[in-house]
């Protein structure tokens, strides 16, 4: 059941970044609920041996086509899918936030 709400919840969010024009403020939400949802996804994976949590920092631009490459991926089924660099950048970037 997991499974299919993940998949419709990346999907939905595909549609949306695809539909979306070049809107600054849809665009950061957009971001936002993305970055949401895989680190809820990331909650609920068991890596053993852990996840990397150093690594470079992401460009904007490198940031929002790791989030649509996972995304696409989970959106299609292949939701075990993680994407390292990415899982660290964003928890070192909500972490400076906090």
């Not at 470079?56 to 959106?75: C, F, G, I, S």
Request: charged share 30%; aromatic share 6%; net charge neutral.
């Amino acid at each position: 059941m997991f499974q299919d709400a993940l998949t419709g919840q990346a999907a939905e969010l595909i549609r949306y970044q695809d539909a979306e024009a070049t809107d600054q403020t849809a665009a950061e939400i957009w971001q936002s609920t993305a970055e949401d949802c895989v680190l809820a996804r990331m909650k609920t994976i068991r890596v053993y041996g852990g996840l990397p949590r150093h690594k470079r920092r992401l460009t904007q631009h490198e940031r929002v086509d790791r989030l649509q490459a996972l995304l696409r991926l989970w959106a299609n089924g292949c939701i075990c899918a993680v994407d390292e660099e990415l899982f660290a950048d964003l928890l070192a970037r909500r972490s400076l936030r906090a």
